[in-house]
T-cell receptor, first 113, second 115 residues
Framework: QKEVEQDPGPLSVPEGAIVSLNCTYS??????FMWYRQYSRKGPELLMY????GNKEDGRFTAQVDKSSKYISLFIRDSQPSDSATYLC?????????????FGQGTTLQVKP | SAVISQKPSRDICQRGTSLTIQCQVD?????MFWYRQQPGQSLTLIATANQGSEATYESGFVIDKFPISRPNLTFSTLTVSNMSPEDSSIYLCSGRDSGLTGELFFGEGSRLTVL
């Protein structure tokens, strides 16, 4: 069993839809949870960062962490064609400055105009 | 966050040859890493590049195959040695922000195809 599981998709939605991206994990020691966005032929860039359980909102993006279920989500409201990218979840245990990041496989999202 | 430049951005190589990828950061970073991203796969950490000492390799990766140098806090190289088609992949250099979040930032990657 992989430490982090993420449905690779692809996921195709119409513009304006609410998108839900999810990851599950097996290591209960994970405390830091991140979402990276990767455009085609580019390196990943940090989108959202969350510590422990709870929600965090940034504009159209909301990250949720449910440690009891070992489940994290990223919601995108009013999705735009520019949101079309691969979204990778990542997590680490211990300090966010030194902990090794474990990445999910990435979910490819396409938002159609 | 800092900006990472990698080169080459892509290359096509022959089996049995070696290729060195260069990674330059526009500011000093404490930690630098090399990842591999194979098609449809997650990012896999190859090693942590330690400044002035030998890199720390993850399970499944060895120095003879992936020698790494880091002569200072802004530069690192990864060599893929004696390449085979299985080494065809995207190789990503990354650095870690020393701030509270420890954000990991990436270069655009080097796409290698081994024939």
């Amino acid at each position: 069993q992989k430490e982090v599981e993420q449905d690779p998709g692809p996921l195709s939605v119409p513009e304006g839809a609410i998108v839900s991206l999810n990851c599950t994990y097996s290591n209960s020691a994970f405390q830091y949870f991140m979402w990276y966005r990767q455009y085609s032929r580019k390196g990943p860039e940090l989108l959202m960062y969350t510590y422990s359980s709870g929600n965090k909102e940034d504009g159209r993006f909301t990250a949720q962490v449910d440690k009891s279920s070992k489940y994290i989500s990223l919601f995108i409201r009013d999705s735009q064609p520019s949101d079309s990218a691969t979204y990778l979840c990542a997590m680490s245990e211990g300090s966010s400055n030194t902990g090794k990041l474990i990445f999910g496989q990435g979910t490819t999202l396409q938002v159609k105009p | 966050s800092a900006v990472i430049s990698q080169k080459p951005s892509r290359d096509i190589c022959q089996r049995g040859t070696s290729l060195t990828i260069q990674c330059q950061v526009d500011s000093q970073v404490t930690m630098m890493f090399w990842y591999r991203q194979q098609p449809g796969q997650s990012l896999t950490l190859i090693a942590t590049a330690n400044q002035g000492s030998e890199a720390t390799y993850e399970s499944g990766f060895v120095i003879d195959k992936f020698p790494i140098s880091r002569p200072n806090l802004t530069f690192s190289t990864l060599t893929v040695s004696n390449m085979s088609p299985e080494d065809s992949s995207i190789y990503l250099c990354s650095g870690r922000d020393s701030g509270l979040t420890g954000e990991l930032f990436f270069g655009e990657g080097s796409r290698l195809t081994v024939l």
